[in-house]
């Protein structure tokens, strides 16, 4: 892979994420569908958090 494109996989509980990142683009992969609605919800929730602080910076 190049610098460009990198890949990450986690275990949490019973299932996995895999990050890939392709320029400054993120997609973010889950292996169980019920679980991605609650992990997702949280990381939305503190990526929004950490973007308002940065603003309020």
């Given at each position: 892979m190049s610098n460009?494109?990198?890949a990450s996989q986690y275990d949490i509980g019973t299932t996995?994420?895999?990050l890939v990142?392709?320029?400054n683009v993120v997609q973010i992969?889950?292996?169980s569908s019920l679980e991605a609605k609650y992990?997702?919800?949280e990381l939305a929730e503190r990526?929004?958090?950490a973007r308002d602080k940065l603003k309020g910076a």
């Open positions: 460009d494109v990198e996995s994420i895999r990142r392709a320029g992969l889950f292996s992990l997702y919800k990526y929004k958090r």
